[in-house]
């Protein structure tokens, strides 16, 4: 008597089985069970990524392009704004800037007026300089509808995003496997 169902078919499922979340979008890797944010400000706080993605989120619309040109994106991109974050720690003072680092001791400093979205030089999808449009910095843990992998920064990288698509920012910025943000006076 034959199988109903051939037995590779059978393993595939079984195997695929649990690999995504009841949402629709793959689950979280378990490498990121222990990743932990430190906000560092008028005061510190530490926080799972759990918490980090039951904070309030926005979503649009990202494009990077390297320092040699590469294009990363586009991109549709999830996080939570780094104005939200700051406000955790005592928020961001006039003329002070926000300090993004990652474990392997890259940093990038965003000024205020580029965490109220200014200040930016943007592209077009051709890397022609174009005026920039409204922008938000914001610390992402999903990009287009799944979560982030280590090989793409994740669990959490900064992402420059806007309403408009085809808006190409600065890829130096978008900082990848952020552990800890700074929030520093004038």
Not at 5 to 12: A, E, G, N, Q
Not at 16 to 41: H, V
Not at 78 to 97: F, T, Y
Request: hydrophobic share 40%; with cysteine.
């Amino acid at each position: 008597m034959r199988p109903l169902v051939p037995f590779s078919i059978l393993l595939v499922c079984i195997l695929c089985a649990g690999c995504a979340s009841p949402y629709g979008k793959a689950a979280i890797s378990p490498e990121f069970a222990d990743w932990m944010l430190t906000l560092n400000g008028t005061s510190e706080r530490n926080l799972t990524l759990a918490e980090v993605m039951a904070l309030p989120s926005v979503e649009g619309n990202g494009y990077a392009v390297s320092t040699v040109g590469i294009r990363y994106g586009p991109y549709r991109c999830r996080g939570v704004d780094l104005q939200e974050l700051a406000s955790l720690v005592g928020g961001i003072p006039n003329g002070g800037s926000v300090w993004i680092s990652a474990p392997d001791g890259y940093l990038w400093v965003f000024d205020d007026m580029q965490l109220r979205g200014e200040g930016f030089i943007t592209f077009d999808e051709n890397l022609k300089e174009i005026p920039s449009p409204a922008l938000r910095v914001i610390l992402m843990y999903e990009q287009d509808g799944h979560y982030l992998t280590y090989d793409e920064g994740g669990p959490l990288r900064i992402a420059i995003i806007s309403d408009e698509p085809g808006i190409v920012t600065e890829g130096s910025a978008w900082v990848k496997w952020v552990h800890r943000i700074d929030v520093h006076g004038t």
